[in-house]
């Protein structure tokens, strides 16, 4: 069975950091794209970052540019998603989600709260 | 305000057809396939119809995908009452290099 579980979210002070992770199980991991895809407080989904099989191809969407990092370690089945410079717009349930959106993302982690308040 | 636009709302009554539409454009929906996910309240999203427009196992063939030019639509037959739940678009965008999502819609079985 496919599982993809977030861990590493919570509550933080605007301009903080904080570090996403999610362990993968029941597939091959290091033979697909992965991606993050947020949810605001009651608010449509939005995709925020994606990366290739051996982590050499990264793509963000332009309002995280510059302060989110997506990476992977695919001996220990993980994606990562490293969030510095946070701010209020950032608050949101962080999913984790197999592939790239190309086609389609056919997993979902159950998601983790980020908090950014002060 | 995202680049694939969907009806905030839709309703049925059980047994009923209901369509959510999803609009885009020639960069996304007009060159690309089309994705359809359901997201029951308080759970993580789910896929309901793939890029290929098929079901992934588990998935009723009650739901159905169709793209015509820059617009796609998913199909809900035989309507019930745990349908009712928030549904979203997906379609890789070209000029902005990544997937977009429709805004959602979200779906109240009467």
């Known amino acids: 069975e496919v599982q993809l579980a977030e861990s590493g979210g919570g509550l933080v002070q605007p301009g903080g950091s904080l570090r996403l992770s999610c362990t993968a199980s029941?597939?091959?991991?290091?033979?697909?794209?992965m991606s993050w895809v947020r949810q605001a407080p009651g608010k449509g989904l939005e995709w925020v970052a994606n990366?290739?099989?051996?982590?050499?191809?990264?793509y963000y969407v332009d309002s995280v540019k510059g302060r989110f990092t997506i990476s992977r370690d695919n001996a220990k089945n993980s994606l990562y998603l490293q969030m510095n410079s946070l701010q209020a717009e950032d608050t949101a349930v962080f999913y984790c989600?197999?592939?790239?959106?190309?086609?389609?993302?056919?997993?979902w982690g159950q998601g983790i709260l980020v908090t950014v308040s002060s | 305000q995202s680049v694939l636009t969907q009806p905030p709302s839709a309703s049925g009554t059980p047994g009923q057809r209901v369509t959510i539409s999803c609009s885009g454009g020639?960069?996304?929906?007009?060159?690309?396939?089309v994705s359809w996910y359901q997201q029951l309240p308080r759970t993580a999203p789910k896929l309901l119809i793939n890029?290929?427009?098929q079901r992934p196992s588990g998935v009723p063939d009650r739901f159905s995908g169709s793209k015509s030019g820059t617009s796609a639509s998913l199909a809900i037959s035989g309507l019930q009452s745990e349908d009712e739940a928030d549904y979203y678009c997906?379609?890789?965008?070209?000029?902005?290099?990544?997937?977009?999502f429709g805004g959602g819609t979200k779906l109240t079985v009467l």
């Open positions: 890029s290929k427009n």
């Open positions: 990366i290739n099989q051996d982590g050499s191809e990264k």
């Open positions: 029941g597939f091959t991991f290091n033979t697909y794209w």
């Open positions: 020639s960069s996304n929906i007009g060159s690309k396939t």
């Open positions: 989600a197999r592939g790239r959106g190309y086609y389609s993302f056919d997993q």
């Open positions: 997906v379609a890789w965008d070209d000029s902005l290099k990544g997937p977009v």
